[in-house]
């Protein structure tokens, strides 16, 4: 089970000239010896999200945050580019030197609320500053994939780059409101850079879960765990049952998975931050302690906080 630690980074502590709401989709980096870097976008005065980081430390099983978040980190795209209304940081990883940033794009659009893309962003001076690899995403809508794809995660397994994402599949007004429902594909590159995206399903629909989001994944001895948030398409930002809360599944190749959600040993708090919603969350071992960052109500609008076991 996991034991919860509380709000880790509160927002209203840090507003400032570009930060005015919400800390969204943490992940923590680690940087040298109990030094951690936690990478999350928060948003400017026009509700456009933008990328930043903070360090901390972790140090048996507390977390400590160490002076004020960096950023933003990656300006917003030019006008009319994938990433022109927000970027949001979503998994990073290291190769050769350098550190891989995958990101979400943000444009609105007219007849449904947003669109979304995957871009990536490259550090040459360990995660300090980051450029962007293109203008253009390095996955986007398809023939296969009509609507959107977002919140990658990536392994990097000898010479196989592995991602898991999240794929939509429809929008249906909902209330009169055009809501999206997504699930979560896999897909491999040689580069990290130039995808191959054949459709493979790992987690689907079903009675508990009609939209399936941000998975973490990671190795653990001989099988892979992921934790994933989901939530219902109806009702989700008003009601505590609807609402986002956090599933587990494991899988002993990464691809065919079988989810527990039973075993997933966090729920939602009866009062406070996290008891309407949980999601978007990162875990990661340090000093044979697990921990896991995430975010609570109304999509990390308080910030994120974190649990250990």
Known sequence: MWKKKGLLFEVENYINDTIKSHAAIPFALHMNGDLFRIYFSSRNIEGKSLPYYIDCRVDNGSICLIGNPIGPILRLGNLGAFDDSGIMPSCLIRKEGKIFMYYIGWNPQVTVSYRLSIGLAVSNDNGITFTRYSEGPICDRSIEEPYFNTAPYVLLEGDTWKMWYISCTEWKI???????????K???????????????????????AKALGRPCVYKKDDHFEM???????????????????????????GILWNK??????????????????????????????????????????????????
């Open 174 to 184: 909902i209330n009169n409101y055009p809501e999206p429902a997504y699930h979560i």
């Open 260 to 309: 527990l959600y039973q075993q997933t040993g966090i729920s939602l708090s009866e009062s406070g931050w996290d008891s309407n919603m949980m999601e978007y969350c990162h875990v990661f071992e340090h000093r044979g302690i697990e921990y896991m960052i995430y975010n609570g109500n109304d999509f990390g609008k308080d910030g994120f906080g974190y649990a250990i076991r």
């Open 227 to 253: 934790f994933f948030s989901y939530r219902n398409t109806d009702k989700y930002r008003t009601s505590k049952n609807a609402g986002y809360k956090i599933g587990y599944a494991e899988s002993s190749d």
């Open 186 to 208: 896999y897909a491999e590159s040689k580069d990290g850079i130039m995808w191959k995206r054949e459709g493979t399903i790992c987690l689907d629909y079903d009675d508990v």
